[in-house]
């Protein structure tokens, strides 16, 4: 289905006027890089500052998705590159993000799960989500930060979580890591106030992404839809949010309209954090 944006700007092609002209596009002339880009609330993120006039670079481990959104985003006259990239390794996204030179905003987005507590833990299943959701995040933040300070100035959104502010149950890993993003988001926000770099973070709740149907699917064979209306009536607002809300959220603080936010988590969660008592 094509947005609204993506019609606006086909009707700006066919009575041959610049796409760059249209009004209120909050990201035109900024170059924007999400990583894990290309699924879930990434892509959401990725058509969304593409249809606000960004140049969007979206780094991937699965570039059939990523070369699949770039497609749907250029079918609407949005600019968008994808570029195959494992964040975890740091030389690879130091060579990446070297090539795309100029970067106004980073949302650090990448990142996978684990359910378990601590004893059902393994040293392996830890590694694996330090070095993901953790190093991977700080290899992107190691590449991108010079080149901000380098230009005067950037805004950048980690993607943490509420397990980063309340205990979750079979959490132990993920909580972890998203307790390193928060405190990693306030460290960068106080180091770099003074070069024009912006650092927030969003915690969202339960997301209904394809990853939410998946674990439904895997876990609870025939079951699906009981589980997932347990796990939708357990945010107080009563269901999951929807990428795009997140994506909204994500719009604003890396738009020139949050110039004055900088060293803060935005929970978007339908109320778990203060309501869920």
Do not use: W
Not at 257 to 275: K, Q, R
Request: charged share 15%.
């Amino acid at each position: 289905m094509i947005s609204f944006r993506g019609a606006e700007a086909y009707l700006c092609e066919i009575l041959n006027l610049d796409n760059l002209a249209m009004p209120n596009r909050k990201l035109t002339g900024k170059t924007a890089i999400i990583t894990g880009g290309g699924s879930g609330i990434g892509r959401a993120i990725s058509l969304l500052f593409a249809e606000e006039g960004a140049s969007v670079h979206i780094l991937e481990l699965n570039t059939e998705v990523a070369d699949t959104l770039v497609a749907e985003i250029r079918a609407f006259g949005g600019d968008a590159t994808a570029h195959a990239c494992d964040v975890s390794q740091q030389q690879a996204v130091l060579s990446v993000i070297s090539g795309i030179g100029t970067v106004d905003i980073l949302v650090n987005n990448a990142g996978i799960a684990h359910v378990g507590d601590l004893e059902h833990t393994t040293e392996a299943d830890f590694d694996r989500i330090y070095t993901v959701n953790v190093k991977g995040a700080y290899n992107v933040l190691y590449a991108v930060v010079p080149l901000m300070k380098k230009q005067g100035g950037g805004a950048i959104l980690n993607m943490a979580s509420i397990a980063a502010l309340v205990g979750i149950t079979d959490r132990f890993a993920y909580s972890t890591s998203k307790g390193a993003i928060h405190a990693m988001t306030l460290s960068v926000a106080r180091d770099y106030l003074h070069q024009g770099i912006r650092c927030n973070s969003i915690s969202p709740a339960r997301v209904h992404t394809p990853f939410v149907d998946g674990f439904i699917a895997k876990n609870y064979p025939g079951k699906e839809a009981e589980m997932f209306e347990t796990l939708s009536k357990s945010q107080p607002i009563g269901r999951m949010a929807q990428p795009r809300e997140i994506a909204a959220m994500a719009l604003y603080l890396c738009s020139d309209e949050a110039g004055f936010i900088t060293g803060n988590d935005y929970p978007v969660d339908g109320g778990f954090v203060t309501l869920n008592n």
